[in-house]
């Protein structure tokens, strides 16, 4: 089976404690980071590696918390899309994709195929918006990490 994709957290320690974590994270299987910020200025992105993406929090004097899914009020929830039946040909069947749905962050989700030309997306309507596009009548499940 897959393994569990790495989530962390992205602390300013500079900050009170109840204003550390900056954002939440998670290491997808090519190796890209995906991150939500949190409000007010909320936003998410995706760096080519986690070296790039530590490197430049360093500058910024950040740290990187690699911990459980839920941290201070915040959680975060790194799943996989199993496939029943694969109605179009394409990502076959058991787990094709894997992603973080990052219920804090304004509810969003970023999933990452595991086929050969592994594509990475962002989906603002999180959990529902997968379903919706990738479930074909129930044919494909979200199963959370635990």
């Given amino acids: 089976m897959q393994p569990k994709p790495p ?21 997808l299987p090519d190796g890209q980071v995906a991150i ?8 998410h992105a995706t760096f ?8 430049l929090q360093d500058k910024r004097g950040r740290q990187l918390v690699f911990d459980d899914h839920s941290r201070d009020g915040y959680d975060l929830n790194s799943f996989k899309l199993v496939r029943k039946k ?17 219920q ?11 086929t050969d030309a592994a594509s990475t997306a962002w989906y603002p309507g999180g959990w529902e918006q997968i ?12 199963v959370m990490d635990v």
Wanted: proline fraction near 4%; charge should be positive.
């Fill in 7 to 27: 989530t962390f957290w992205l602390i300013e320690p500079e900050k009170n404690s109840s204003q550390q974590i900056i954002a939440g994270g998670v290491i």
């Fill in 36 to 43: 939500a910020r949190c409000l007010p200025n909320s936003t």
């Fill in 48 to 55: 080519p590696s986690l070296k790039s993406f530590q490197q």
């Fill in 86 to 102: 694969d109605v179009t040909g394409i990502s076959g069947t058991g787990i094709v994709a894997v992603g973080c749905y990052f």
């Fill in 104 to 114: 804090s962050f304004g509810g969003l989700a970023v999933m990452q195929w595991l």
């Fill in 131 to 142: 379903e919706l596009i990738h479930g074909h009548n129930r044919k494909t499940q979200i």
